[in-house]
């Protein structure tokens, strides 16, 4: 088993930015891939970017490229987020994710066994 936790969430302005972290623990080695996804109510969650453990490739959704920046610590198994030019359109519980698969696309919330309890974002206007 994998155990994640997030943190970094909050309220902000548009324009500011927040780094969200993942710390993970457990059965580690069995990490390949590490991804946020963001989920609003009513709506399933939604690919937001992913890291290859072994790798280190980097994949964004379009709506934040440029935008967001992921990046991990290796050596204290923690995934970060950098989130820049936060729009309202942003706001959103994030959740961080793991796999035990490297997928070429790994964009989908169903690939990844594991999940984090999820830390909120809110960007006003």
């Known amino acids: 088993q994998v155990q994640l936790v997030e943190s970094g969430g909050g309220t902000v302005q548009a324009g500011d930015s927040l780094r969200l972290s993942c710390a993970a623990s457990g059965r580690t080695s069995d990490i390949e891939t590490m991804a946020w996804f963001q989920q609003t109510p009513g709506k399933e969650r939604e690919f937001v970017a992913a890291?290859?453990?072994?790798?280190?490739?980097?994949y964004y959704a379009d709506a934040v490229k440029g935008r967001f920046t992921i990046s991990r610590d290796r050596a204290k198994n923690t995934l970060f987020m950098v989130m820049n030019r936060l729009k309202p359109e942003d706001s959103a519980i994030y959740y961080c994710s793991a796999a035990r698969r490297s997928d070429p696309n790994m964009m989908h919330a169903y690939l990844y066994e594991y999940w984090g309890q999820g830390t909120q974002v809110i960007v006003s206007s």
């Open positions: 890291f290859n453990w072994f790798s280190g490739g980097t």
